[in-house]
T-cell receptor, first 116, second 110 residues
């Protein structure tokens, strides 16, 4: 089965701790994305990566870090510097094409992070 | 700054009603507009629109794009309770970013 997996589904952490959210895809997509969704709001882009070993900041990158060592994996670390980390985190991937056809994103099931 | 606006933000209808959801955008280097349905967790893809005036249709759902006026609509006819969800509009630019709107929360009552 092709798709995107995120783990864990629910995560609880104490304030001041770093936490890493996993995102894996077997769709052979080049591009991967991390979004944050707060209640009643749309998706806000944290980081994205178009190719292995390269990534760019999105609109709300402060307090987050990522790595892209393998095409299939794009883990997100929520650091203690993130002031308000409690949220629903969604990972997505798409075929990356700089010219020609545009492609939709496929989303993972999400991780709900609660920091107290 | 790229921006996507959706209206209404919230809508309550009864089964059988027809609804129209709106999405307007200001994006540099527009590439495509996408609609997603989000029920509980992951958004699921509905439509991608790249050309003006060409309606995309899937069952009771349809969508059209106007690139001159910079908006799109999503129509749902004969609504059912299973249509209750948040409908997200996103625009993709040639910088590979997807910019999402806040979503429209649709509630369909029996």
């Amino acid at each position: 089965d092709g798709g995107i997996t995120q783990s864990p589904k629910y995560l609880f952490r104490k304030e001041g701790q770093n936490v890493t959210l996993s995102c894996e895809q077997n769709l052979n997509h080049d591009a991967m994305y991390w979004y944050r969704q707060d209640p009643g709001q749309g998706l806000r882009l944290i980081y994205y990566s178009q190719i292995v070993n390269d990534f760019q900041k999105g609109d709300i990158a402060e307090g987050y870090s990522v790595s892209r060592e393998k095409k299939e994996s794009f883990p997100l670390t929520v650091t203690s510097a993130q002031k308000n980390p409690t949220a629903f985190y969604l990972c997505a991937s798409s075929i990356d094409s700089t010219t020609g056809s545009s492609y939709e994103q496929y989303f993972g099931p999400g991780t709900r992070l609660t920091v107290t | 700054e790229d921006k996507v606006v959706q209206s209404p933000l919230s809508l309550v209808v009864h089964e059988g009603d027809t609804v129209t959801l709106n999405c307007s955008y200001e994006v540099t280097n527009f590439r495509s507009l996408l609609w997603y349905k989000q029920e509980k967790k992951a958004p699921t893809f509905l439509f991608m629109l790249t050309s003006s005036g060409i309606e995309k249709k899937s069952g009771r759902l349809s969508s059209i794009l106007d690139k001159k006026e910079l908006f799109s609509i999503l129509n749902i006819t004969a609504t059912q309770t299973g249509d209750s969800a948040v409908y997200l509009c996103a625009v993709r630019n040639y910088g590979q970013n997807f910019v999402f709107g806040p979503g429209t929360r649709l509630s369909v009552l029996p």
